[in-house]
């Protein structure tokens, strides 16, 4: 190295110099650099124990019910109408009173009627004293004619004419009982049990026989009714329930729950299935009653209907959130030595958020409620 640099001139010397130090450098550099660490991939979370939530197959008995959309209808309505005319004297309901059936609601002037009755009263006594007087000269006619001492063409004369006035007596005392009847039609009275509506005439108006706005509506709410449909399908099951009740003398309970399904408003009884499905909805009209003493139901209101067809004692129930369906049909994973296990099902019949197994699983087995789309046979498993 040294004759070689001997050889060169100063600058080149330097160069040479300057090329050796920069490649000793490199080496140094690249040499005592350290080699990159291999870290190992993070790891696959799909490839690890599944986290699942699970519950117990549970025995219990589980009450079947049909949910529909109903509305409530009272029993009865009646306008109460006047049968007779003339100024109304008084009104004695509230709107929205609870009246009774017979209870005087208006009274409409009753003097014109008084009159009539007494006109028809007095009638009636001028018909009597005449026919006092004929039944008396007919009693002497019949002496005299058992003594030959008259005529028998006078004593039939007498008789027919006994008879007439019989005839005219029945006459006047329809009238008088018909002046009576239309003076106690001026006092107004329910015709039914119920609660009043707003009222439809003032006091001093003129009143009219057979109005049709009527004085007042009166609602039966005490008892009160729900009216429901349900699909075409579900006819059979519910006749046949409503033909065991009715056999067994007890009823179907039907619930009537508020909109928002929240609130249970009453609870009634199944009292009629309508004659015959609504051709163009597929549909059959179903009547409950319910007692409603509290007035929890009103009306034309809106509620959801829940009919009971049957009681499923000692089933097996599980949450229907854990049924899964396959090409092989319903089933869902239970959990064994901490490994997820298919297992298909046979269900029955469903209410709310549960479903009746028929087969398939036993008291008390764990099956999975969370965690359900990474499984699948044989997949290890962790229970949270």
């Given at each position: ?106 009274e409409i002037d009753p003097a014109p009627y008084k009159v009539r ?39 039939d004369k007498q008789q027919a004419l006994v008879e007439q006035l ?203 409620l969370e965690g359900l789309d990474r499984l699948h046979e044989g ?6």
């Amino acid at each position: 190295m040294p004759q070689i640099l001997a050889r060169l001139s100063p600058g080149q010397r330097w160069l040479a110099i300057a090329a050796v130090v920069l490649v000793l450098l490199a080496i140094w550099f690249f040499g005592l650099r350290e080699a990159p660490v291999k870290r190992p991939p993070p790891p696959n979370p799909w490839m690890g124990p599944t986290p699942v939530h699970v519950v117990s197959a549970t025995k219990e008995n589980l009450q079947v019910r049909i949910k529909a959309i109903g509305s409530v209808a009272p029993l009865n309505t009646v306008t109460v109408r006047s049968r007779v005319e003339g100024p109304l004297l008084r009104l004695l309901f509230t709107e929205g009173q609870q009246v009774k059936a017979g209870e005087v609601l208006a009274e409409i002037d009753p003097a014109p009627y008084k009159v009539r009755l007494a006109q028809a009263e007095g009638t009636l006594q001028e018909t009597r004293a005449q026919l006092k007087n004929a039944e008396e000269d007919l009693a002497l006619y019949q002496n005299l004619l058992t003594k030959n001492s008259i005529a028998k063409q006078q004593f039939d004369k007498q008789q027919a004419l006994v008879e007439q006035l019989r005839g005219t007596l029945k006459n006047h005392t329809a009238q008088v009982e018909d002046a009576r009847l239309q003076l106690s039609y001026t006092r107004i009275t329910a015709p039914i049990s119920g609660r009043t509506g707003l009222r439809k005439v003032d006091v001093g108006n003129l009143i009219t026989a057979g109005d049709s706005e009527g004085l007042v509506t009166i609602t039966q709410t005490q008892p009160i009714a729900v009216m429901f449909t349900i699909p075409e399908n579900q006819l059979l099951a519910v006749r046949n329930a409503f033909n065991s009740a009715q056999q067994h003398k007890t009823a179907l309970a039907v619930e009537a729950w508020d909109r928002s399904e929240q609130q249970l408003l009453a609870t009634g009884a199944l009292t009629t299935l309508d004659n015959q499905i609504d051709i163009t909805t597929g549909t059959l009209k179903l009547k409950a009653e319910f007692d409603n003493s509290d007035d929890s139901l009103f009306p034309n209101q809106f509620v959801n209907a829940r009919l009971q067809v049957q009681t499923l004692e000692n089933a097996i129930t599980i949450p229907t959130d854990t049924v899964q369906y396959g090409s092989k049909g319903t089933y869902v994973y239970t959990i064994k030595d901490n490994k997820a296990t298919m297992r298909v099902l046979k269900l029955g019949a469903s209410e709310g958020n549960k479903v009746a197994v028929i087969e398939g699983l036993t008291e008390g087995e764990p099956v999975v409620l969370e965690g359900l789309d990474r499984l699948h046979e044989g997949k290890d498993v962790k229970i949270m």
